[in-house]
């Protein structure tokens, strides 16, 4: 089974509409971090927001905030009012400490690509 | 604060050779962390270092493997090559604070193999 479930292989946006990127998860960890990160096309990666299995509230960071819902599974990225500057692959990823080995896994991604 | 360098950006190898990639992490970051990014596979954790030790590992054989110096830059090495191999190498530094995850990532090495 997938770890890592990211259903939007692609996603086209008109500017200034707020987005969200589906994400949903498997662990059976019950202490887990959520991470998005942005890949624009120069490769390389870029951390924009981190969500812990504990937090209670949703965390925020500028205009990206991340949707938990924990029972769902599923920690969805949500941009507001976006911008040509967003277009990108979007990448979910979990951290599990399984048997003391810590481990990041990926989602397959997501492309966004804003309109004009 | 200069960021994660990474060297060579690209480099061209045939099947059977080995090559190493090198990481430098951002100035008082310990841990470097090891992925690779492929079209078929997307992106893999390979290992991260932390004080010259591995700590963490993914699922990779034993062709891959890695070191850390007491600068705290890292080498990846992978011997035997595979045309598989080819991919999007990036590495990732972090500090004491952050857990795997929060990390910043250098630009890549493109290793392809013919």
């Known amino acids: 089974a997938q770890k890592i479930t990211q259903t939007q292989p692609g996603m086209f946006v008109q500017e200034k509409e707020a987005v969200t990127l589906d994400c949903t998860y498997d662990t059976s960890d019950p202490s887990y971090g959520l991470f998005w990160y942005k890949q624009p096309s120069s490769g390389e990666m870029i951390f924009l927001i981190y969500q812990g299995s504990y937090d209670q509230q949703n965390a925020t960071e500028g205009r990206y905030s991340l949707n938990f819902q924990k029972a769902r599974k599923s920690a969805n990225l949500v941009i507001s009012a976006s911008q040509l500057g967003d277009s990108a692959m979007y990448f979910c990823?979990?951290?599990?400490?399984?048997?003391?080995?810590?481990?990041?896994?990926f989602g397959t991604g997501t492309r966004l690509t804003i309109i004009p | 604060k200069a960021g994660v360098t990474q060297t060579p950006r690209y480099l061209i190898k045939t099947r059977g050779q080995q090559v190493t990639l090198s990481c430098s992490p951002i100035?008082?970051?310990?841990?470097v962390s090891w992925y690779q990014q492929t079209p078929g596979q997307g992106l893999q954790f390979l290992f991260e270092y932390f004080s010259e030790t591995q700590r963490n590992k993914g699922n990779f054989p034993g062709r891959f493997s890695g070191r850390q110096f007491s600068n705290s830059r890292s080498e990846m090495n992978v011997s035997t090559l595979e045309l598989g191999d080819s991919a999007l190498y990036l590495c990732?530094?972090?500090?004491?604070?952050?857990?795997?995850?929060?990390?910043?990532f250098g630009p890549g090495t493109r290793l392809t193999v013919t």
């Open positions: 990732a530094s972090r500090g004491l604070a952050g857990g795997l995850g929060e990390q910043y």
């Open positions: 100035s008082g970051h310990r841990s």
């Open positions: 990823a979990m951290r599990e400490a399984l048997e003391g080995n810590e481990k990041l896994t």
